[in-house]
């Protein structure tokens, strides 16, 4: 009768233990990734913020502490993606006796939304990862721009992710109708949204998104409104928020950090500090996601080899004159192909001199070894 009610009382604990790692967005890919490290004394924490050299947790027993990588962790880092960002599953070990852990491993992700850093070195950022839904928030103010949100769409595409787009401060938009229209024309198949923030107009949309167990990230420029959105969401001001110039709409990065907020039934937050510089990274298949119609066009040149410019039977050509495709569009997937191409080649550049390095180093060590023998 002991046993019984001790095994049952244990099965009862694994049951919470599993509703809580769930509700925290916890599944079968994340338990088969972990399943190694299960009888060697670790547990599984997701971030929930990051700082400069830390990072907060929080743990299957819902505890928040504060973590750093372990020294080995560090050490064997090829490189800034290998580091663990908001949103990731870690492998970690509790110190005793005070709110800290040591992170050991990023378990494998299954979404990552990246970009190019904004600098002249060709390194990849991952601003979030494992995220299920990627909300596009634009301002239908000055912030409003379309090859900016085909842009963000590109990336959301290649991330993983499911793309929504939110259009946000629809108090200060006057054609609406148009605007709609407009935003369709480049956002195809995604769904679009018009909402007020203020009045929280138009926030039934999230009803049909919110679910227990997902992530849900938030991406836009400052001042777009998306710290509002969350506070609105949380029913509180968990995020700080700031006006807009008047002139521009530009914001202040008022979001400084990202952080990841816990919404119980209805799933997990991220937000992200607005991006002013938004460069690609490995987005080839979030291109064509992105310009699918321009794709279809491409498939129905009349030869293989079409340059779509002056060839005959060239459906690229041929839509432009007619007005199927908008040129600017055209001009824009260009513009972003161009881009994937050089980043590409500048990518393949650093590997090689990397290789190059490695191969330095390892033919010295070798030396070393051989000139110790000798002697």
Same mark, same amino acid.
């Given at each position: 009768?002991?046993?019984?009610?001790?095994?049952?009382?244990?099965?009862?604990?694994?049951?919470?233990?599993?509703?809580?790692?769930?509700?925290?967005?916890?599944?079968?890919?994340?338990?088969?990734?972990?399943?190694?490290?299960?009888?060697?004394?670790?547990?599984?924490?997701?971030?929930?913020?990051?700082?400069?050299?830390?990072?907060?947790?929080?743990?299957?027993?819902?505890?928040?502490?504060?973590?750093?990588?372990?020294?080995?962790?560090?050490?064997?880092?090829?490189?800034?993606?290998?580091?663990?960002?908001?949103?990731?599953?870690?492998?970690?070990?509790?110190?005793?006796?005070?709110?800290?852990?040591?992170?050991?491993?990023?378990?494998?992700?299954?979404?990552?939304?990246?970009?190019?850093?904004?600098?002249?070195?060709?390194?990849?950022?991952?601003?979030?990862?494992?995220?299920?839904?990627?909300?596009?928030?634009?301002?239908?103010?000055?912030?409003?721009?379309?090859?900016?949100?085909?842009?963000?769409?590109?990336?959301?595409?290649?991330?993983?992710?499911?793309?929504?787009?939110?259009?946000?401060?629809?108090?200060?938009?006057?054609?609406?109708?148009?605007?709609?229209?407009?935003?369709?024309?480049?956002?195809?198949?995604?769904?679009?949204?018009?909402?007020?923030?203020?009045?929280?107009?138009?926030?039934?949309?999230?009803?049909?998104?919110?679910?227990?167990?997902?992530?849900?990230?938030?991406?836009?420029?400052?001042?777009?409104?998306?710290?509002?959105?969350?506070?609105?969401?949380?029913?509180?001001?968990?995020?700080?928020?700031?006006?807009?110039?008047?002139?521009?709409?530009?914001?202040?990065?008022?979001?400084?950090?990202?952080?990841?907020?816990?919404?119980?039934?209805?799933?997990?937050?991220?937000?992200?500090?607005?991006?002013?510089?938004?460069?690609?990274?490995?987005?080839?298949?979030?291109?064509?996601?992105?310009?699918?119609?321009?794709?279809?066009?491409?498939?129905?040149?009349?030869?293989?080899?079409?340059?779509?410019?002056?060839?005959?039977?060239?459906?690229?050509? /041929?839509?432009?004159?007619?007005? !199927? $495709?908008?040129?600017? =569009?055209?001009?824009?997937?260009? %513009?972003?192909? @161009?881009? &994937?191409?050089?980043? /590409?080649?500048?990518?393949?550049? !650093? $590997?090689?001199?990397? =290789?190059?390095?490695?191969?330095? %180093?390892?033919? @010295?060590? &070798?030396?070393?070894?051989?000139?110790?023998?000798?002697?």
């Amino acid at each position: 009768m002991y046993i019984k009610f001790k095994l049952e009382k244990k099965k009862k604990e694994n049951s919470v233990v599993m509703n809580l790692l769930e509700s925290l967005g916890w599944d079968s890919f994340f338990e088969s990734n972990f399943h190694p490290y299960k009888s060697q004394d670790f547990e599984p924490a997701r971030i929930i913020a990051e700082y400069r050299d830390l990072y907060k947790v929080i743990t299957m027993d819902s505890l928040e502490l504060i973590a750093e990588v372990s020294g080995k962790f560090e050490y064997t880092a090829a490189e800034r993606g290998d580091f663990p960002v908001t949103g990731d599953w870690v492998v970690i070990r509790k110190l005793q006796n005070n709110n800290k852990a040591i992170i050991y491993h990023v378990l494998e992700r299954k979404s990552k939304f990246s970009r190019k850093i904004p600098t002249a070195k060709t390194e990849e950022q991952i601003v979030s990862a494992n995220i299920d839904i990627a909300f596009i928030v634009q301002g239908l103010d000055h912030n409003y721009n379309l090859r900016r949100l085909e842009r963000y769409l590109v990336m959301a595409w290649e991330s993983g992710a499911k793309p929504v787009i939110l259009l946000n401060k629809a108090d200060l938009c006057e054609d609406i109708e148009d605007v709609l229209l407009e935003v369709s024309s480049v956002a195809l198949d995604t769904p679009v949204y018009i909402i007020d923030s203020f009045s929280q107009a138009g926030y039934e949309c999230f009803s049909k998104y919110l679910e227990a167990g997902k992530t849900f990230v938030f991406l836009g420029s400052s001042g777009v409104g998306k710290s509002t959105i969350i506070n609105n969401l949380m029913g509180k001001n968990v995020q700080k928020t700031n006006s807009v110039r008047e002139n521009d709409s530009r914001g202040r990065h008022t979001t400084t950090n990202k952080q990841l907020f816990l919404l119980g039934e209805r799933g997990i937050l991220i937000d992200t500090p607005g991006m002013r510089e938004l460069q690609l990274w490995n987005s080839e298949t979030g291109l064509k996601e992105t310009f699918l119609d321009v794709e279809e066009l491409l498939k129905s040149c009349r030869f293989k080899n079409c340059s779509h410019e002056a060839e005959p039977g060239c459906a690229v050509q /041929e839509a432009l004159e007619n007005g !199927s $495709l908008d040129p600017i =569009r055209y001009e824009h997937y260009q %513009k972003l192909q @161009k881009e &994937i191409k050089y980043l /590409e080649s500048r990518q393949d550049e !650093s $590997l090689a001199l990397q =290789r190059k390095w490695d191969e330095k %180093k390892f033919h @010295k060590k &070798i030396r070393k070894v051989i000139q110790h023998k000798r002697i």
